[in-house]
DNA sequence: GCCTAAGCGAGACGGTACGTCTCGTCTTATC
DNA sequence: GATAAGACGAGACGTACCGTCTCGCTTAGGC
């Protein structure tokens, strides 16, 4: 076909490399300092990036935080599909579990919280954080539901806040997080009552 | 001159009405502009208070929100016990759910949130925000489990996590809070899954 | 008399050594590095002053460094008056001309210069700058006017546009400024065209 | 070989239409903005031309602006000789008193100062502002000495300071600029200082 | 009619100052 | 002795401009 429209713009191009040095400077402050005293100025600094070009990329430190952090989660609790739907969540479940008991965790809360007072904080936690997986566990959920493993009568977005809504729940109540067997615990029973009888 | 006949101590008392004033301002700059909006020179101004009288009672901004909204959330979902533990827990389910999808409900959530990059945020929030409702819950968990209508095998903070959870994670994810329907079905559900078979 | 109104307003005062200090620092890098390289970053750095305090007192940098670098002026060239005009005039030509001629006349050419693409900066210059000494030289023209030693059909304001134009006009016209020899020649020219016949 | 027979060198040639357009474009935002609010970003906007082309032919801002509007001077305010060196020099002045007075003339005086503060400020202003008019000047002056219209032991580059500082001190010293009274009365006392008894 | 070079517009980049904002502390006069 | 008033040092905010640096495109000689 043709040739392609361009591909290539004008001008000096975009610097993935500054873009990564970005993030991956973010992504340290977080887990050294947590959010609430990570600064533009430091992570320009860091990543010798300047502030310019952090403002022009992202929205601000939020904006920033958020991209570096998505990708720590979605790395770390990857989706993955053997077959057996039940298998499947419940193993997603532990690992989330896991991570979310880990430092990790404490910034993640940092960052939900973060959201719900920042002008575009909810869309921005939708797009990197929860999207990357989401669209994974439901079509986990359909295939289960479409195996006969799991329940037809509950919608599915209720099935994910059934699942991960308690794990979420222990970043922000001042309980410790789950270990591993109170994890384990969890997944079954949650699992279980969504299980086709 | 003299000596006071009563137990006054000399100099100025500390005034009470200045407490309340500052709540007061607090509260209603929170349910306006929201805690991430909130600045301690805005409650002195508006108090008609001093900064340093605020920093004298409290250590900060965080500690005067969480003071300020701490009744709010007892008061609008108080425990009841009527004898029936399935019917009293979807009943604070459901009163729960309608509170967060409520305006202060998001107040109530950025101060969860806030809570997590919080010097003393974690201690702050169990005492004024979790526990007073807790023990009250923890006791109707009790009794149902004594009563047989609770299965005795799930330990009682899971079941905390499992009812409360998926409510707490729709102040966070994004999605839109829970509407009556929803909530009905989620407590269906986890009260179901808890029940003794 | 009865009491003074106040005199002394409620809160902390002023704080006079700020002030002081600001003035310093600025007057030192005036002279260090003139007035394009000045900012108000580094005035506060080196005056321990915050830059809050500093735009409380002040427009900007431009208004700092003219209050600095006016009363070194008006320091370096005071108004004596000795009762005869015409010597206290030439006094005060000669006096204005070695000041500018000194490194510092550098300075003030800049701050006469960015003053003419600054907001206020023509008033500010005023204030600061000419007022000072602008009264007491009127006052010492209208003495050789009522004396009859200065011709009377010249304004005053004319008068000194022609003792001390030339001086001003050396700082920008790129020549090297005026030597001791030619501020004595040139005080003599413009003098005696003033003088009474 | 070797040598190029022409001034032709190889590749592309410089583009004078650039040229034209930098200096355009610099010219009108002077005249609409003043010095001090000139960018080079604007000037390339505007020009169509890119900023690393003007870097290339100028070394900044102020060099940019220099050259765009030196050329406005020089036009604005022609050495007339009629050989009477008096009447010139008189018309010199009331011509130049006026230019000052104009809306350009705040640029020009804008040009001059900032001078002062830049790296080759001074030797810039030399060439473009002063020294087209200045040989032009001093011949006048010379010649009247010689016809003996002038005073003959006072310095030509005196003479210069004493007939035009007056009228460049009111660019700068924040009094209005000399209307055309003045300047008549000023050109008056001036030339009459000079003249021969 | 290619080939090579230089000049060019576009525009991203690191650096750095701007003027504003909020924090938590402090220093007064007042009650 | 506790307040209100409010100035202060610290330091982050998001914006602006500087001068430099790639890019891909254009315009010419030289072959």
Known sequence: MTTAPSGRRRGRPVSEESRQAVLAAAADLLDEKGYSRLTVDEIARRSGVSKATIYKH????????????????????????????????????????????????????????????????????QERFFAPRRSATIELIERGKADGQLRQDVPTQLVID????????????????LDEGAAKELARITVASLAAS
Chains 1, 2, 3, 4 share one sequence.
């Open 58 to 125: 992202w929205t601000g430190g939020y904006d920033v935080a958020v991209a570096a952090y998505g990708l720590r989660v979605t790395d770390a609790v990857p989706t993955i599909q053997t077959g057996d739907a039940l298998a499947d969540l419940t193993s997603q479940i532990l690992r989330l579990a896991a991570f979310y008991a880990s430092p990790h965790g404490k910034v993640i809360a940092q960052l939900l919280a973060a959201g719900t007072g920042q002008p575009r904080g909810p869309e921005l936690l």
């Open 162 to 177: 059934l699942l991960f809504g308690p794990i979420v729940f222990r970043l922000f109540n001042g309980e410790p997080p």
